[in-house]
């Protein structure tokens, strides 16, 4: 079931997110709170289409990236979007339940953007994203809310426009609605059976916090992103694995 919501996801995913200004901010945030500097290496857990990988490989910077993901028809929109920019990125399909097929301390920045409350076992994936960091090294965690709604983000986006066309906003929103209109039809009804349903996890601050701080990472910073529906974690790795 799983594997089947992701590969209709995939499909609908891009339509709506690439014009959605709450996560246009939040891809550029992770961005900014990763700081990739030239030579390192850098790991996109759950990737899905790539949104995160595509602006970083743009940047100027000489960087070795990997993105993974579980669902096979994320990762080939991924595939496509980084085509012509394959020899600098590598995409594994794999789990996030299982062991990481990287050596312990590879990587010097890890990220997760809605991804941890789909896995299974989030605390396993946690401590797999710590072994193959870093001393010292970064995980930017972005994750929803215990109660996340979708009309907050909705909210942003239309804040967002309003300052960018003043004038204009009322035709770009009425358009960009006729263009969300079929494919909300399967965004929206995804995302109302994630989030009732209990096999997804959404954390309150304090067990956010626990997760992290109990499996070794510091915690920088935490606040709200994304129409303040999801949690924006900067951590780092303080233990040094044995
Ligand atoms: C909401 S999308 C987020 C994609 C991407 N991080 C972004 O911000 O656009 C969630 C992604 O998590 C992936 N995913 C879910 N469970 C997973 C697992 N157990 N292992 C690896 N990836 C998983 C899905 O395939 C999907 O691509």
């Known amino acids: 079931m799983d594997q089947f919501i992701w590969h209709i996801y ?65 990762l080939k929109r991924a595939q496509k979007k980084l085509r012509s920019r394959e020899e600098k990125v590598d995409l594994y399909e794999l789990d996030l339940n299982k062991n990481l097929p990287f050596d312990k301390e590879v990587f010097n920045g890890v990220n997760c953007i809605n991804v941890l409350y789909a896995i299974k076992t989030p605390e ?27 009309l907050p983000i909705l909210k942003e986006h239309l804040s967002t426009l309003k300052a960018n066309y003043p004038r204009l906003w009322g035709p770009v929103f009425f358009y960009q609605l006729i263009k969300f209109f079929i494919p909300a039809l399967i965004f929206v009804p995804i995302n109302i059976y994630i989030k009732s349903n209990k096999k997804y996890h959404f954390f309150s601050e304090e067990e956010i916090r626990l997760l992290l701080t109990s499996n070794g990472f510091r915690i920088h910073e935490i606040g709200l992103i994304y129409g303040q529906q999801n949690w924006f974690i900067v951590a780092e790795k303080t233990r040094v694995n044995a």
């Open 124 to 150: 396993f994936a946690i401590q797999e994203l710590y072994r193959v960091l870093n001393n010292g090294g970064r995980m930017v965690l972005i994750t929803p809310l215990d109660e996340p709604e979708m």
């Open 10 to 74: 995939a499909y609908v995913y891009d339509l709506i997110l690439l014009e959605l200004s709450p996560y246009q901010q939040m891809i550029r945030r992770v961005y900014e709170a990763l700081d990739p500097r030239n030579g390192e290496c850098y790991l996109d857990a759950g990737c899905g289409t790539g949104n995160y990988l595509l602006p970083v490989l743009d940047s100027e910077n000489d960087l070795t990236l990997v993105g993974v993901d579980y669902s096979n028809a994320m």
